[in-house]
């Protein structure tokens, strides 16, 4: 018995969706992948190579979906092909791989909205109090506008159809911030200045708002221009750095149609651009050295 849970990228709004504004995000073919065999008690078996604190938390929020499930004793395992802890929602697609797959041994046909469920429980484990975005966006495998209801722990997505394939090219630059960290360190400041970051915040969701309209439009040159003002706002709310900065420019170079940071921020993690033709645009960037990878978000498919 198998399931699989997709990474995400945000197009437009991280950050601002945890104070209840709307964002633009979509599902990654690449994720990861749970399997489960029979065992004596529920079990995640877990890499060597992890540190005590992250087996820790893995553990516990195992616990948590094979009690929130009710699953039969069964011992899972776990197989990501996608960077792991660098924006791109792998701890949300362990999450919906482990709810879909411990929903299916307890007997149910796991629809996405008890994923969703399920999921939500194990992300507060690892993130405390999430958006609920990446989750939401994993287990929809589709491009949503999400928002988080005011004053709800979790909000719900709007699904984007997108007449026009939409393709992303995701880079990796620096070395990585926590996600718990940014957000906290955000969280700081605005606090100290609400109504300056507020006025961030909401423009951060008009822009979100005005990009998904843009997909819906097959107006892919609105939606970069979307993301090119978004990576400037992100930068005004300190989340942007010198590696993501100069990953942005180079991806503009090569002809993005938009480009900016994706996730949390900080000192590194991952970028994206919007590309019409991506894979032109991995070969040079692999040939530079850059870490890199093109997936299609949205839209029809090529047969
Ligand atoms: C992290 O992938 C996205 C953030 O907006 C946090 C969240 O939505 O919970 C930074």
Redesign the pocket.
């Known amino acids: 018995m198998s399931a699989f849970g997709a990474g995400k990228v945000?197009l437009l709004g991280?950050?601002s969706?945890?104070y209840g504004h709307p964002?633009l995000a979509g599902p990654l073919s690449q994720g990861v992948t749970a399997r489960a065999v029979p065992a004596k008690s529920c079990q995640l078996s877990l890499p060597a190579t992890l540190s005590r604190p992250q087996r820790a938390q893995l553990t516990a929020a195992f616990a948590r979906a094979a009690e929130v499930t009710g699953a039969p004793p069964v011992k899972v395992s776990l197989e990501a092909d996608l960077p792991l802890a660098v924006?791109l929602?792998s701890s949300a697609a362990l999450s919906v791989a482990c709810a879909r797959l411990l929903l299916q041994a307890a007997g149910a046909e796991p629809s996405h909205k008890d994923a969703v469920r399920v999921a939500w429980a194990m992300e507060q484990e690892f993130?405390g109090a999430?958006?609920g975005?990446?989750h939401t966006t994993s287990a929809m495998e589709q491009l949503v506008l999400y928002r988080r209801k005011p004053g709800a722990a979790k909000g719900t997505g709007q699904v984007v159809d997108s007449p026009r394939p939409l393709h992303v090219v995701v880079t990796l630059a620096g070395e990585r911030s926590p996600?718990k960290k940014?957000?906290g360190a955000l969280r700081e400041r605005q606090a100290r200045w609400p109504s300056r970051y507020e006025r961030l915040f909401t423009e951060i969701g008009r822009v979100s708002t005005e990009g998904a309209k843009a997909v819906a439009a097959g107006d892919l040159e609105a939606l970069g221009d979307a993301m090119n003002v978004n990576q400037g706002l992100l930068a005004a709310l300190g989340l942007s750095s010198p590696p993501l900065e100069e990953m942005v420019y180079r991806l503009r170079e090569l002809g993005a149609l938009g480009a900016k940071l994706t996730?949390?921020g900080g000192d590194g993690g991952a970028v994206i651009g919007l590309f019409l033709e991506p894979k032109p645009v991995v070969t040079k960037l692999r040939r530079m050295g850059v870490r890199c990878f093109s997936s299609q978000l949205a839209g029809p498919r090529a047969s």
């Open positions: 945000i991280e950050h969706v945890v964002a924006g929602g993130h999430p958006s975005l990446d996600t940014t957000v996730g949390a």
